[in-house]
């Protein structure tokens, strides 16, 4: 109930390609759902998030796609980039009054960009 | 502002040793984590620490110890390592009405 499935575990993408990262959760009390970045010998940092009030959020080449009854949350990357090979996590939490917030991550995904 | 930083960078420790990871973080954040990351298994968390003065366990908390030391400091305890506990470990922390965690530069610790 408590976990974040996360599918591709590893990805090669051609640069200017789109990079694309699923991400499936059971609880339905998870309202918060971000994604991370990870590079080599780095902590993760924050990417992007959504709140499952909207279906898509777009940051730049990154966008969140949101499908609350599928339960199914996916990173699009744009024009996936070298410089974007990285880790990816997705996570989800619960947000509301009383609940500690704390984060639970899928297994990650290792993207290469090729040149 | 240097966010959130751990001691040591790296360790080796031999099976039975102990040996605490430090961490702080000057953004005033009520709440702190302490994750270990493995290939495959993604950031699981130890323990965590809701305000100064409290702790929690989290998904894996044995073998561990942790100490909220201060609201800046939360350190981490191996009493007596094991090899399984060779890993990447990651300080994070949040803000009160903040949801991103911030997270240190880990620690690599291998236990031989």
Not at chain 1, 35 to 63: C, H, M, N
Not at chain 2, 44 to 52: C, D, P
């Amino acid at each position: 109930q408590q976990q974040v499935k996360q599918s591709p575990q590893s990805l090669i993408v051609q640069k200017g390609g789109i990079s694309i990262i699923n991400c499936a959760y059971e609880n339905t009390a998870f309202d918060y759902f971000p994604w991370y970045q990870q590079f080599p010998g780095k902590g993760p940092a924050l990417l992007i998030a959504i709140r499952p009030d909207v279906s898509e959020k777009k940051e730049g080449r990154f966008t969140i796609s949101f499908n609350k009854s599928a339960k199914q949350f996916s990173l699009h990357i744009m024009d996936s980039q070298p410089g974007d090979s990285a880790t990816y996590f997705c996570a989800a939490s619960i947000r509301s009054r009383g609940s500690q917030g704390n984060l639970i991550f899928g297994k990650g995904t290792k993207l290469s960009v090729k040149p | 502002n240097a966010g959130v930083t751990q001691t040591p960078k790296f360790q080796v420790l031999k099976t039975g040793q102990s040996m605490t990871l430090q961490c702080a973080q000057d953004m005033n954040h009520n709440s702190m984590y302490w994750y270990r990351q493995d290939p495959g298994m993604g950031l699981r968390l130890i323990y965590y620490s809701a305000s100064e003065g409290t702790t929690d366990k989290g998904e894996v908390p044995n073998g561990y110890n942790v100490s909220r030391l201060n609201k800046r400091e939360f350190s981490l305890r191996l009493e007596s390592a094991a090899p399984s506990q060779t890993s990447v470990y990651f300080c994070a922390s949040r803000g009160g009405l903040g949801e991103t965690q911030y997270f240190g530069p880990g620690t690599r610790l291998l236990v031989l």
